[in-house]
């Protein structure tokens, strides 16, 4: 039946069927797992809470770089799972403060102080330093490893020269200052070859267990005073092997119980062959090559644990230390095996398995730790909680070197925390470890670091410029500009940075491809607002304020801005940034306005010597207060808060920059004059004069002194006269200039 109008009918109108979209595929975090040597989907146990367990320092000396390496690039992920990911991490790191270093570094700094507190005179300390150097040399030619061999060397050479300066003294019969003056050097020098001769013939009689408390306590301290400097988050729980002894002991006697462990001695060793032979256990899951490697697994036992006897109390090379009886000049706590102290790897089972149970999330390390601590760690802790999953994710950062060459304390090859700060800020070195890969080999360089000085500027001009552009006059309507073209491919490209940044951070926290998206959004943003002031147009206010607070809150992320600063990096330092910009700017915008308009005035009525003084307070005196004022033709003057520091550079790299360009000015004006002169000098000869002076080429002239033979007497070949004729008569030509310009009084 046909409706009204002839059109037919549809019966009750109803909704249409709706469609969902059908989306895009969401990413998942994926992170580089020891245990796989692969990219692992990343799956917490407990829904969103993450349980994670870092090794943190021994504490016998300062903090280096390379420990700066491990802890800055675990704060980058903990803050990146925390901060991007929204887990609830909850972070777990150790302090080792009983171990076989600290054991021996005491000792020997306490006897090394006693002997120099005696203040033995030239000739003893000849004596000592020779007798101490005898086992150094055995020690030094059973070193194979190449990198501590050259230590050693270094070490021998010193004492060889500080020697050599003393007994020339002596035998000058030099004052005593100098005598002194050069047995203090010989001291210095000689510390580690008289330290190691005095542990060994004294080292037994140290009873006092503070002087093994007190280094570490000190040196604990100070690497929480650098971790703070860095930036590094502080962990959720601190443990110390020292708080911790009675869970160790618990821990083995379960791990014995279990029939994993053995006692030797009054040691308890772990039985590494009875656990792989177990079928639900697997020894070595990290490194399985790495079994059997005697000389790994000595330094996993610690310099005062690898003597014959010691070795001798195994059952298999392959067993560890759980527990070890200790020998006189150790410290010690009961246990039911007799007096001793924990092992190196058993610590950190027994203080994680407190904190965090029978299984965690994430155990992290540097890459050194792989074998034999983390293996070990790992068989030991499957023992004790019979288990095969003590750790499901095992993340490892990669080593730093120094030009190629890994940093180590043991080798006397590294930059200290607080040297490292001396030189470059905390977000330097924190830009310049996102800017590789945290999982590899970082080479901590000039050119590293250069490289993030220029990111952290590159950045920051953006953030400023940005702040100026939003601090321009607007009502709240004017705020609200029409979208161009131009904004809509800037917006487009702002999203695909986004995507492409999300993509980068699920792909094992990838912050190297990061940084290179958010450096081509900001060289975009940079086009586009360059574009808008040629154009004389103003740059859309609320999509630069989108960009640069996304980038801004990445940065946070990140922990390479500290401050709750709503876009770009803190000015003015830690504490009063927050509101210095919102309090100094408008009293800044008032100098630039009323400085433009004096200059307007000064241009008009030709006085140079208010410019002069214009520009004196731009470039002279402004940056001392760090700001920058930046003029551009046309166009107002932008105002910067800048680090004092960073425009007084900026403005001592400018003045050689035009002192180079005035020296090379200068010599060209010297080179000009020089050649000038030159050609003066050569007008001045008259034609008949410029061969006769050739009298090692020719021998005869004619009366227009024009050569005709040569020094043998042999008439010239035509080809010879031609030759000659052309500069004879060019020669003409310029001295005829010459006489010219004589006439006319313009030769000088």
Same mark, same amino acid.
């Given at each position: ?37 692969? $990219? ?7 829904? %969103? ?77 000849? /004596? ?5 150097? $005898? ?12 990198? !501590? ?20 003294? *002596?035998? %000058?019969?030099?004052?005593?200052? /100098? ?20 542990? +060994? ?18 040196? #604990?301290?100070? @690497? ?27 821990? *083995?006697? !379960? ?24 079928? $639900? @256990? ?47 000049? #150790? ?42 601590? @983390? ?10 909680? /019979?288990?095969? @999953? ?17 940093? +180590? %304390? ?10 490292? &700060? ?19 080999? &970082? ?40 979208? #161009? ?112 308009? *004096? ?54 790299? !400018? ?5 180079? $360009? ?17 050609? &003066? ?29 040569? =020094?043998?007497? !042999? ?21 005829? /200039?010459?006489?010219?310009? *004589?006439?006319?009084? =313009?030769?000088?």
């Amino acid at each position: 039946m046909a409706a009204a109008g002839g059109e037919p009918s549809k019966g009750k109108r109803t909704q249409p069927r709706w469609s969902s979209p059908e989306g895009t595929k969401q990413s998942k975090l994926c992170l580089y797992n020891s245990l796989t040597r692969n $990219k692992d989907v990343f799956q917490p146990q407990n829904g %969103k809470k993450v349980t994670w367990y870092c090794c943190g320092p021994t504490v016998y000396d300062a903090s280096h770089m390379g420990h700066a390496r491990s802890y800055i690039s675990f704060d980058i992920l903990r803050r990146v799972l925390r901060d991007y990911f929204k887990y609830d991490v909850f972070y777990c790191i150790n302090i080792t403060d009983i171990d076989d270093k600290i054991i021996k570094r005491a000792r020997q700094n306490y006897l090394f102080e006693q002997y120099r507190e005696k203040k033995p005179p030239a000739v003893q300390l000849f /004596e000592d330093v020779q007798i101490a150097s $005898k086992p150094f040399s055995v020690m030094l030619n059973d070193t194979t490893d190449p990198d !501590k061999k050259q230590m050693l060397e270094r070490i021998q050479n010193a004492v060889k020269s500080a020697v050599e300066h003393l007994e020339e003294a *002596v035998q %000058k019969k030099l004052p005593r200052e /100098e005598i002194n003056k050069h047995a203090e050097k010989l001291l210095e020098e000689a510390k580690d070859v008289l330290s190691e001769w005095l542990d +060994s013939k004294f080292g037994s009689q140290v009873t006092d267990n503070s002087i093994f408390s007190n280094l570490p306590k000190f040196w #604990e301290e100070e @690497h929480h005073k650098d971790m703070e400097a860095l930036n590094v988050l502080p962990p959720d729980v601190l443990t110390r092997v020292s708080e911790y002894v009675p869970e160790i002991v618990a821990f *083995v006697q !379960k791990i014995v119980d279990n029939g994993y462990g053995y006692v030797s001695n009054g040691s308890v060793y772990f039985d590494t062959m009875k656990f792989d032979a177990t079928e $639900k @256990h697997s020894y070595a899951k990290l490194v399985p090559e790495a079994v059997g490697d005697q000389k790994a697994l000595q330094e996993g036992e610690g310099d005062l644990s690898i003597s014959a006897d010691r070795l001798s109390e195994k059952h298999s090379p392959n067993d560890f230390a759980l527990w070890k009886s200790s020998k006189p000049g #150790e410290p010690s706590w009961n246990s039911p095996w007799g007096t001793g102290r924990p092992g190196w790897h058993i610590e950190c089972s027994a203080m994680a398995g407190s904190i965090l149970g029978e299984s965690m999330d994430i155990h992290g390390g540097g890459f050194d730790l792989r074998f034999p601590h @983390h293996d070990n760690e790992l068989a030991q802790s499957e023992a004790y909680f /019979e288990n095969d @999953h003590w750790v499901r994710y095992f993340l490892h950062t990669g080593h730093l070197t120094i030009a190629g060459c890994k940093m +180590s %304390k043991s080798l006397k090859n590294f930059i200290t925390i607080k040297d490292a &700060l001396k030189k470059h800020t905390a977000r330097q070195l924190r830009l310049a470890f996102l800017m590789h890969s945290w999982k590899d080999t &970082l080479d901590y360089s000039n050119n590293t670091m250069e490289s993030a000085i220029q990111y952290e500027k590159f950045l920051n001009e953006f953030f400023l410029n940005v702040k100026d552009i939003l601090r321009a006059p607007i009502d709240l309507i004017g705020q609200f500009q029409k979208w #161009e073209i131009q904004e809509t491919e800037l917006n487009k490209s702002f999203y695909d940075k986004k995507a492409a940044i999300h993509e980068a951070l699920c792909d094992n926290i990838d912050t190297r491809t990061v940084l290179e998206e958010m450096r081509s959004l900001v060289s975009q943003s940079n086009s586009y607002i360059a574009a808008k002031k040629t154009a004389r147009q103003m740059p859309n206010r609320l999509l630069l304020k989108s960009i640069s607070s996304y980038l801004t809150q990445m940065l946070k992320i990140f922990g390479a801005i500290e401050s709750d600063e709503a876009l770009g990096f803190p000015v003015g330092g830690n504490g009063q940034n927050i509101n210095l910009e919102s309090t100094v700017m408008p009293y800044l915008q008032v100098l630039s306005d009323f400085r433009e308009g *004096v200059r307007q005035i000064a241009r008009e009525k030709k006085v140079t010597e208010v410019l002069q003084l214009s520009d004196a307070l731009r470039d002279d005196i402004l940056p001392e207060l760090g700001v920058r004022f930046e003029d551009h033709e046309g166009l107002p003057t932008v105002v910067k808060l800048v680090d004092r520091e960073t425009l007084l550079k900026e403005r001592e790299e !400018k003045k050689k920059i035009e002192e180079e $360009k005035k020296r090379k000015k200068e010599e060209a004006t010297r080179k000009k004059q020089e050649q000038e002169a030159a050609k &003066l000098a050569k007008m001045k000869i008259p034609p008949h004069a410029m061969f006769k002076s050739e009298l090692d080429k020719y021998s005869m002239f004619d009366e227009n002194g024009f050569p005709t033979h040569d =020094t043998e007497g !042999k008439e010239l070949s035509k080809g010879q006269v031609k030759k000659l004729k052309k500069l004879y008569e060019a020669q003409e030509k310029l001295y005829k /200039e010459y006489l010219q310009m *004589v006439q006319n009084g =313009t030769a000088n």
